[in-house]
């Protein structure tokens, strides 16, 4: 980049600053805000152009096939940016007549463009669209294969969907515009925070890497990481005890889990007493308790599980019993913890600090946090090749409860449902790609 753009973007992005500052005052107040508004999106426009013609990792594409959305602004930088030889627009009835504001934005003429409607909203008539749109590129228009690209910005789910399908069976890469920051006042991505994205498609990532088998999932580990995901989201809290019955730490999700922390008051002030009666209840000796089976029970309407190492012991209560994966993580965490803590646990002193370290260990090897409120990585998300389609459709329920809500972080034990009901995928594969995303950083708690 230049010393001249540099400056010139750095200009640009105080102005947009200052300016968006003077729109949320004027919304204040009640007044006119469209000039202003049309002044931050001409300025927008130059700053995205100055900073994608400076990003050499980006790729140039002569053809463009477009989702036409309600929202033409991304579809119009892209296309300001790339500067393609002809495009190819999927449209709806309720957008057709955004691609004349495009046309009209980008100064691109008739001979360069072509148009298909989509009558419904199913996934293989967009799919047949993708494929005409390829033809007019391609064979109509001259431009090679690789240098065509499919920009699914804007648009419904269903196109969103449909999307990721061809992007990995006509080997099309993927264009898309994001932004890199939410503005809480005006309730909607920040102007002048635009980024333009590309991709190579899927199916060439996933070969080159040979990483093709992580989309054949077995069923048994859909099934297994779908348990795991329902156990570690029903559980409400995890004690960490002395085998005597001294309380050492405790990770507590009763909020998150909109419990009534009063159930869980009398238990936990009274651990100590209990955990000894627990001891004798379990069995006449400490040796004769086992150290590689979990012992489980009913606890006011919870099932109290535990877990017995050589020192210490987890207690975990949950809504039902622990699965076979959670255990032998729960069992695994047991070991390692012993170990690190061996001498403060063969002789205890009473300094229950020793183990402040409890719960930071405890996220790292079962991913408790999973009970934890969450954001959508909005800077990796495009960088997940093994299901697309779930990216797309993650995306877009994320931004939309941002824009038409005051939220912005959710409980990852809501996307399962988002799956469901867009994709019509069912529970268990719903959790396992939801696991998935947590464990890839995808989805990440928010930091305190």
Known sequence: MSRRDLERINFLKSEIKRLIEQVIILKRQD??????VRQIWELSKEKFI?????????????????TVGTTPQPLILNIL?????????????????????IMEETKLNETQTQKGRMPNNSIIALFRLIKRGLYFLNEEKGIALEKIAIDPTGGTKVMS????????????????????????????????????????NPKKILMNDKLIEDMEVSRSKVLQISQYFKDITNTHII???????????????????????????????????????????????QSSIS????????????KMTIFNGEYIRLIVISNESVG????????????????????????????IDNFSDFPEKMKEMLAI????????????????????????????????????????????VTIPNVLMRELGIDEKEARYWTYDLFKEKMIIPIEE
């Open 291 to 302: 150290h590689n089976k979990p012992n489980s029970m009913d606890c006011y309407g919870f």
């Open 81 to 101: 940016a790339n500067k393609p030889k002809a495009v190819y627009f999927i449209y709806t009835d309720l957008s057709e007549s955004f691609i004349n504001i």
């Open 324 to 351: 076979n994966l959670m255990g032998e993580k729960l069992y695994k965490f047991l070991d390692e913890y012993e170990n690190f803590h061996i001498d403060d646990l063969r002789v205890f002193t009473g300094v």
């Open 31 to 36: 007044q006119d805000i469209k000039p202003t």
């Open 50 to 66: 100055l900073e994608t013609k400076a990003n050499k990792s980006l790729k140039v594409y002569e053809g463009i096939i477009f």
């Open 161 to 200: 969907a449909g999307c990721g399908l061809a992007t990995s069976i006509l080997d099309l890469d993927i264009l898309y515009v994001g932004n890199e920051k939410y503005n809480t006042a005006l309730r909607r991505p920040e102007p002048g925070s635009e980024i333009l994205e590309n991709f190579p």
């Open 239 to 285: 004690y960490l005890a002395l085998k005597t019955g001294i309380l050492l730490s405790q990770i507590s999700y009763i909020e998150s889990h909109e419990l009534d922390e009063n159930v869980f008051a009398g238990f936990v002030s009274g651990l100590s007493e209990f955990t000894k009666e627990v001891a004798k209840n379990l069995g006449k000796s």
């Open 369 to 412: 946090d999973l009970n934890e409120k969450c954001i959508l990585n909005k800077n990796k998300i495009y960088q997940y090749q093994k299901n697309p389609t779930i990216i797309y459709v993650l995306n877009d329920w994320y931004e939309k409860i941002r824009a038409t809500s005051a939220l912005t972080s959710f409980y990852p």
